[in-house]
């Protein structure tokens, strides 16, 4: 028999380990069954480790004793047990950032979701009469005043919303859209193959950078049922470029009787640029131009929940409501919930602006950044100054979420460099702490960007230095 042999043969019994009192205490804490495939796991960890071993001499460096194995079961099981979707301290700048989850939500918000999630709601039951109601009745009212349109609706999000407007007004028929609109949203995704999947027709017209009404007129045939204008949220043509105003399509659309229907994308209710940001255009802007069907998504700049937002006409946005997508694409309570309340402070700007995470974040001063991250340095000064040396920079963030994509945000941001560590190992054991820390990297250092952190974060960030 080889040494190896040997070696597997005296590697303990799944049984005989789960014996171990050890064991025991972990198996009634945890549920059994995951106590039993973390030790299979870890004893097949094992074996295949011995089978692995080149040199014998290799092998007396692995511990065979039962006991030894109870610290990495014990681990394993945390792994298991722990949540897989948890927390993380966005550092990046990035406001609405699609990976870490886009928009955090107002408290406001918060607890209207955790009331309904834990009780039941009037979601689908009209109180005042008894008898059935309509999911959509809880945000319709609020949508309509704060975009000036007859009708609205919710579904699960605007790639959703897209779909299903088209599938229920432009199915088997042409839709027009310019060449320079077809926009791909992130993951590799396509809105032209989302519009597809509705069995509309696309006709793409114009040219990359730039589309006439002229193009527009002359695509249109028997088959058309719709001028479509998409928002091209995440990139812009600068330069030599001409895009149809949304008034335009919407004249020539009423002399064709052909509909017209926006993707806005992100969706913004208020006007940033009274706020010193670009002009991005606002929901009631296309509903005052005329548009008949618009969709945005909820938690973009909007700040809301994962959601997509039909607003139009009453007849059309009636008719989407009863189409079969409707059902397929319908929004869950919680979502609602918490729309309902995020839409609810856009009654009042001022409001939003204060309390809607996102817009507040959006719009934070440089001066206030600064003092931000002075205090950031400052706490990971008073904890790890040895081993870190951090100053305080300015620098640029995004908004992110494909909205706004030119868009600059003068910053600060504490920039961290660590004594024995490249700028890259400390950005991977950050992003690994509990909770992780997602920062960015450069020239070296890793940028903590205060804009997107949380008040009651900036001490975490300091304490998971503290335990690197
Ligand atoms: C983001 C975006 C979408 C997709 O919205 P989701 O809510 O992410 O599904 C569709 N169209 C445009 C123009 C967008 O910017």
Known sequence: MTEKEKYLRQLSPVDEVLELPALKDLISTY???????AVRTVIDKLRKTILATKKEDELGEISLEPNDLVPLVSELIKEVMSPNLRRV???TGIVVHTNLGRSILAPLAVDAILSVASSYSNLEFDLD????????????????????AEAAMVVNNNSGAVLLALSAIAQGKEVIISRGQLVEIGGSFRIPDVMRQSGAILKEVGTTNKTYLEDYRKAITEETALLLKVHTSNFRVVGFSAEVPLEDLVVLGEENSLLVMEDLGS???????KYGLSHEPTVDESVKAGADI??????????????GIIVGKKDLVDAIKKHPLARVLRVDKMTLAGLEETLRLYLDPAKAIKEIPTLNMILASFPELKKKAEKLAKKIKEKVGNEYSVEVIKDISRVGGGALPLEELPTAVAALSAKNLSASQLENKLRTANPPVIARVRDDMVLLDVRTIQPEEMGEIAGALAVL
């Open 129 to 148: 009469e008894g008898v059935r109601g309509s999911r959509h009745s809880h945000v319709e009212d609020l949508l309509c005043t704060l975009t000036g």
């Open 89 to 91: 301290i966005n550092a």
């Open 31 to 37: 549920p059994r069954t995951v106590v039993v495939n």
């Open 267 to 273: 969706g913004v209710l208020i006007d940033l640029s």
């Open 294 to 307: 618009i969709t945005f998504s909820g938690d973009k700049l909007l700040g809301g929940p994962q959601a």
